[in-house]
Each structure stands twice: as C-alpha cells, then as structure tokens.
C-alpha cells in the first residue's frame, strides 16, 4: 500500500517473492582466547594482532520496551520503541573520537581447539561488540584473514593459535588488504 500510494504513478507494481525463512541474527559464539567487547569497540581500541577494521555502530535490540539501539563511535545514541524515537548519547562529547574499530585475530583461535579458526557471525564478543562487527564488511575481512592464517599455518606446519600476527599483517598487505 505505501509503494502503491507514493511510489511511482506510471508502474503496476507487485510483491514478487517473500522470504522463506527468518534470518537468524545471533546464535552461538566462540569461545575464544579473546572475547570482544563493546567497551573495546566504542573505544577504538588497538590490538597488536588486528586483522579487520570496522565503523559500523553498536546496533542491539532493546532489551526494554522492543525496537533497538544504535551507540556510535562519537558518543550519540538512537532508540527506537514502540513509543517512539529518542536521541541521546551513551558518553559525553569528546575532543577526539575513534573513526573505526579494530577487530584482533584472537577472537577467532583457541588452545582449546590449536587448529581450528572460526569466522563469521560465531566468533567471540559480548553482545555490543557483535552488534557493530557482524555485518558483511566486517566478516568478509574475518574470513579473508581465517584463510591467509590457514595458509601460514600449514606452511609453518604450526597451530593456527600460534601464527605471528605480524607475519599475518605482512602476507596480508601483500595480497592487497592492509589491516
């Protein structure tokens, strides 16, 4: 009815498809030998062993009253409910703020598991940080970094956990992605 009324006039228009199924947004998370946090994520935090960048704002579900919330990196706040929307800011006005986020290679290896590397929507943060990082830009660069560490990895004939995050960096930059 809204494409009908202010889309264009000269169209007959139509729902052509709908989705099957429901797109799962959060599932099981990694345990990892690094969990990224929210905190980590607002804050631009550096990591000796980043292998992706984002800016993509914190967006989680408002766990008061439905709808969500979008944090920014410099310090505003969205909420929507069912009530309506409210703009505010999850910190004070600062002098400088972070422009991107690092997201660090330990997030996605565990001792537990010397050889595997996950990547995706299943590697290890909390809440908040998994709102801003689970987005397909974020993940493309996860898994391009999984497959350059899986390279190294058996080149080396050493576990995954125990890559160089330098040598990651280095091979990295070579094929084009500079983290």
């Known amino acids: 009815d809204m494409m009908r009324k202010y889309g264009p006039q000269d169209r007959q228009l139509a729902l052509e498809t709908v989705a099957s199924t429901i797109g799962i ?8 030998e690094y969990r990224l946090t929210e905190t980590d994520v607002l804050s631009g935090r550096e990591f000796a062993d980043t292998v992706a960048r984002g800016s993509y704002r ?3 579900h408002n766990p008061k009253g439905g709808g969500f ?8 706040m969205f909420t929507q409910t ?3 929307i ?3 800011r999850w910190r004070q006005p600062a002098a400088r703020n972070p422009t991107f986020y690092n997201i660090p290679y330990r997030i996605m290896v565990s001792r537990r598991a010397p050889n595997l590397i996950m990547a995706g929507r299943m590697v290890a943060a909390d809440k908040g940080a998994f709102g801003a990082i ?7 660069q996860l898994g391009e970094a999984a497959g350059v ?4 990895a058996c080149q080396n ?3 995954t956990k125990d890559i160089d995050p330098g040598e990651l960096h280095k091979t990295m930059a070579a094929g084009g992605s500079l983290p």
């Not at 947004?25 to 990892?32: P, S, V």
């Not at 689970?134 to 493309?140: D, E, F, G, T």
């Open 149 to 152: 560490a899986a390279v190294i």
């Open 25 to 32: 947004r959060e599932t099981r998370r990694f345990e990892a």
């Open 157 to 159: 004939r050493q576990p």
């Open 58 to 60: 914190v967006d989680v």
């Open 69 to 76: 919330i979008f944090k920014y990196l410099d310090g505003a």
């Open 82 to 84: 069912a009530q309506g």
């Open 134 to 140: 689970r987005v397909m830009i974020n993940l493309n």
């Open 86 to 88: 409210e703009w505010g």
